[in-house]
Every structure is written in C-alpha cells, then in structure tokens.
C-alpha cells in the first residue's frame, strides 16, 4: 500500500519560514508526479504546488508564487514544501498527494499555523 507522510509543520510568526517534506514509500517515487495541498478550516482543500516525476516542471497557486518552492529527491523519496514569508491565511493542514493509475493518495496531513 502507498504510504506517504509528512512532517515539519508547526507554529511560524508571520514573516518566517517553514519546510515541510514528504515521505514516500511503496511506489516507484520517480515515476509519478506529486503535489502539495491545504485545508483551512471552513475551507475546500486547495492544490499548493505540483511537481514532475523528474522534477522538470513545477506549477503552484497564485497565492503562494514567489514565496513558496516545491522539490524533490528521487533519491530520497521525498518531496518538500519550502514555505517563505508566511501570512496568517496560510495557516492550513498541508498535505502531501499523489495519483497512480486512476488511484488517489493522500498523506495524514501536517498542521501549519502562521500566528503571531
């Protein structure tokens, strides 16, 4: 089964910076294109950033261009969200998404809150 897990959330003033990474597991990582979204309470979950399987294209939200960088290491089988210049309606749970054949897959999710 595909697992994938993130970590690196956490408590941020407004103004800093946060990574989140993603770990996967049981795929063949390179292979597959991956993505960040987040959730914001009361709020639909929204596509962040998205990456190629050999990270040749990246793509994110006009809300977060500029400040935000999504990568990858094939090597490691993770995938990282670098959040930059953080605002308070960036708090969210970030998650981390793949699609394989038809099949979708989330990770657990990581709490990020942007809060002096």
């Known amino acids: 089964q595909v697992q994938l897990v993130e970590s690196g959330g956490g408590l941020v003033q407004p103004g800093g910076s946060l990574r989140l990474s993603c770990a996967a597991s049981?795929?063949?990582?390179?292979?597959?294109?991956m993505s960040w979204y987040r959730q914001a309470p009361g709020k639909e979950r929204e596509l962040v950033a998205g990456?190629?399987?050999?990270?040749?294209?990246?793509s994110y939200a006009d809300s977060v261009k500029g400040r935000f960088t999504i990568s990858r290491d094939n090597a490691k089988n993770t995938v990282y969200l670098q959040m930059n210049s953080l605002k308070p309606e960036d708090t969210a749970v970030y998650f981390c998404y793949t699609k394989i054949y038809s099949n979708d897959y989330w990770g657990q999710g990581t709490q990020v809150t942007v809060s002096s």
């Open positions: 049981r795929f063949t990582f390179s292979l597959f294109a």
């Open positions: 990456i190629t399987g050999n990270g040749g294209t990246r």
